[in-house]
């Protein structure tokens, strides 16, 4: 059996009573929706009601799904330790879950717990919830720092483990929208904010959950959102199947946006694969991409991906311009998959006898030395983007007046620690955050006196 209907709600503590205190009346809008929507999902008789939480467990590269028989929660942290919960996991459907997770080497499991204790993200829903529905079974599922392709293929499998089991199940798509509406809000304003609230109610009224795959990962942190992955886990429970949307609400008066949507599915429909046909059209962009590579790029590619399906380095090639063998410099390889950085690795001056075994040699550690992320598969390389950044030589500066966060890189030294950014970086848009970054990245305090340098680039796509 199918997921016979889904929601997606947000989860602001206040909504509860207990919790607002009065408070919750300027809210009210959401309130009666919610409402709604909980009675359509308990008209639906459901045993199972699934929960996407991004303040369950989370991981940068799982998907945890809590373990055990059951689970505590309440709302003492926000003074209402009256209003609280016991609930009971459905413990076939997880295991069910993770069987058809292990099949497919997909990283999804209920290993890793660290939260035990029900979130306010889980906790919000069931407190509408259970006004309308005393007998169901809880899944609690947590969010990722995978793509946004990945939380859609975690929905394919969810549905796929109810079909399996036969669950009545729902689906509770829990996440606030920005938190950076209003100047006066408890997190200011960001002009993406009101612009990913418009884009995502759109997108949501309208169930076209293959546009959900549009919203730059970049632009979402910006708009300081919390719950489109949740909507993308949603969205995949549905792949293939026709959506009838229905458009609750959508408030803003706190600074942070609240939308309701309740959905239906109706019947199989093949022009709703959005997850396949989203990477089809990425297969043909990057092939389009690799092939205007420049001879730097194609360079460090052909480096990258010998590693990776052989594990050796790979020796200089004929045929590659004068430059590249001639020249000595530092360079840095970045490599992103998805919309995502991969991996990261250079040189701040020249350490090989050319500029070539320099890309080289860094497009290896790229692939496999950056320590923030485990080395990239073979299965990986058909989605990666490479970019190369070949640095001018560094010059000593005064002041951060001299820098210029699109010109220039910077270098920032306190004795022996070192830290280093690349100019023009998606997401960094000042001077004060460019030395803030590299200064985090040297480990060096914001009160330590340091020296500054500046380097010019040339960035290779």
Not at 102 to 108: E, L
Not at 304 to 318: F, I, N, Q
């Amino acid at each position: 059996m199918p997921i016979m209907g889904a929601i997606m709600v947000p989860h602001p503590p206040l909504i509860v009573p207990q919790v607002g205190k009065g408070s919750e009346g300027q809210i009210a809008g959401t309130i009666a929706a919610y409402e709604e929507a909980a009675r359509a999902l308990a008209a639906l008789r459901p045993e199972t009601v699934v929960v996407a939480s991004p303040h369950a467990t989370i991981y940068s590269d799982y998907f945890h799904v809590s373990p055990g028989r059951s689970a505590r929660g309440s709302f003492a942290r926000f003074r209402a330790p009256e209003v609280k919960f016991r609930e009971e996991y459905d413990t076939e459907l997880v295991t069910c879950l993770e069987k058809l997770a292990r099949k497919r080497g997909f990283p999804a499991g209920t290993a890793g717990e660290r939260e035990p204790q029900l979130d306010h993200g889980t906790m919000v829903p069931l407190y509408f919830l259970r006004k309308y529905l005393s007998d169901f079974r809880l899944v609690r599922v947590g969010l990722s720092l995978l793509p946004l392709t990945e939380h859609y293929r975690l929905g394919m499998l969810l549905r796929e483990a109810v079909e399996e089991t036969g669950r009545r199940a729902v689906f509770v798509a829990s996440g606030d929208l920005s938190h950076k509406l209003r100047a006066e809000g408890p997190y200011g304003f960001a002009p993406e904010g009101p612009v990913y609230d418009e884009r995502v109610m759109d997108v949501c009224a309208r169930a076209a959950f293959g546009e959900l795959f549009d919203f730059d990962e970049d632009f979402c942190e910006k708009a300081a959102e919390c719950g489109h992955r949740s909507f993308v886990i949603m969205a995949g429970a549905f792949d293939g199947v026709g959506v009838t949307a229905r458009r609750l609400s959508h408030e803003d008066v706190t600074g942070v946006g609240y939308g309701v949507c309740t959905f239906r599915p109706g019947e199989a429909d093949e022009g709703r694969r959005f997850l396949a046909a989203y990477e089809a059209r990425e297969t043909e962009r990057l092939a389009r991409t690799a092939a205007g590579e420049d001879p730097y790029v194609r360079l460090a590619r052909a480096s990258l991906e010998t590693w990776v399906r052989t594990g050796k380095t790979m020796a200089v090639p004929e045929g590659l311009p004068p430059e590249l063998l001639r020249r000595r410099a530092g360079a840095f390889v970045s490599v992103h998959k998805q919309g995502r950085l991969r991996g990261c690795i250079g040189t701040i001056g020249p350490t090989e006898p050319s500029l070539a075994l320099e890309i080289i040699r860094n497009a290896v550690s790229a692939a496999a030395r950056d320590p923030r992320f485990e080395p990239i598969r073979p299965e990986e390389l058909p989605w990666l983007e490479i970019s190369v950044d070949v640095l001018g030589e560094a010059e000593k500066i005064s002041s951060e007046a001299e820098l210029d966060v699109k010109r220039y890189g910077v270098i920032v030294s306190c004795g022996s620690r070192r830290g280093l950014l690349l100019p023009d970086l998606e997401g960094v848009d000042t001077v004060e955050e460019q030395v803030a970054i590299a200064r985090q990245k040297a480990g060096i305090r914001p009160e330590e006196r340091v020296s500054l340098q500046r380097f010019e680039v040339v960035r290779h796509r």
